[in-house]
């Protein structure tokens, strides 16, 4: 009788692996909260709280597991973008979805790896191939199509999701260069703080300027609840991909991510009774195509630089 044994590096994986899958879960969780705050809650005031609520449950975090709460030396400018970065994304999705059905602004908001890859092309410098840059095109025509629909409902509203895209692609880069130089878990942390100290005067002062997104309401009842709910989940959620991409490499996460938009067409549907229609769907698949052969051209790149190398 014979017995299967997987390796170290196998058993990290998989960890990688079930992490990526529990993101994939709790991740739309934050969209759910975020919508059913914007029912009585302004948009600048929902993104504010997610990085009140944040920050808050993670400095247990961080002492528990030893990182303390002091910042390493020579990252602050990276992470007052990142903070920048992640408020404006953050900001978009939610003033898309006080309109639009989450399902159909997270699948527009999917086409930021596409974002990254044209940064990554015509700002870095880095080589795309032609086949990659034709998956990107593929992937925005797909994106156009779930924006049609919502376009012609909502309006410019629609364009919201796209915002998020080119917003969370920057966080992404900036992201990458930090996990060099600090641990995910104070990176979060960090983050959260500089965020909420950089919304707290924005949305005093245009509080006092009657901006309707970015006034200042008392929550009253469940808001509590959701606006609660949106920083829990954030933080929970990044966490189970912090650590899932330091366990997995990014090539095998990426395309469980996709995952994300079937628990969001559930969810949506379960919460508001929101299905996408036809168009939507077709544009969805689209995107989740051409983002899993980016994801493939990516691997065969790196094997041939990997055996250039050798």
């Excluded at 969209?31 to 914007?38: M, P, Y």
């Amino acid at each position: 009788m014979t017995h299967t044994m997987t390796t170290p590096a196998a058993d990290r994986t998989l960890l990688g692996i079930a992490l990526m899958l529990a993101f994939c879960i709790t991740a739309p969780l934050i969209d759910v909260a975020s919508k059913l705050a914007t029912a009585t809650i302004p948009v600048g005031q929902i993104t504010l709280a997610r990085f009140l609520v944040q920050g808050a449950l993670m400095v247990p975090v961080c002492l528990l597991l030893g990182h303390g709460l002091r910042r390493p030396p020579g990252v602050a400018r990276a992470l007052i973008w990142r903070a920048v970065f992640l408020i404006l994304s953050t900001y978009t999705f939610v003033g898309a979805v006080r309109f639009m059905p989450v399902a159909d602004a997270l699948a527009i908001a999917f086409v930021e790896p596409f974002v990254i890859l044209l940064i990554a092309r015509f700002w870095l410098n880095e080589p795309v191939g032609p086949r990659r840059l034709a998956a990107v095109a593929v992937g925005f025509a797909g994106a156009l199509l779930v924006i049609q629909p919502s376009f012609a409902r909502f309006g410019l509203v629609a364009l919201l999701p796209l915002g998020t895209a080119v917003t969370f692609a920057l966080y992404m880069l900036v992201t990458r260069s930090l996990s060099q130089r600090m641990d995910p878990v104070p990176m979060q942390f960090h983050t959260s703080v500089i965020a909420a100290a950089i919304c707290l005067p924005v949305l005093l002062v245009t509080d006092r300027l009657a901006i309707p997104t970015m006034t200042i309401v008392p929550p009253q009842g469940t808001a509590w609840l959701w606006l609660a709910g949106v920083g829990g989940a954030s933080a929970v959620a990044h966490l189970f991909m912090s650590y899932a991409l330091k366990f997995a490499p990014s090539q095998v996460l990426a395309p469980i991510h996709y995952s994300e938009i079937v628990t969001a067409v559930a969810l949506g549907w379960m919460v508001f009774g929101d299905l996408p229609n036809a168009l939507s769907v077709t544009g969805i698949v689209i995107i989740i195509g051409s983002g899993l052969y980016v994801v493939y051209r990516e691997r065969l790149a790196d094997r041939k630089l990997r055996a250039q190398a050798e």
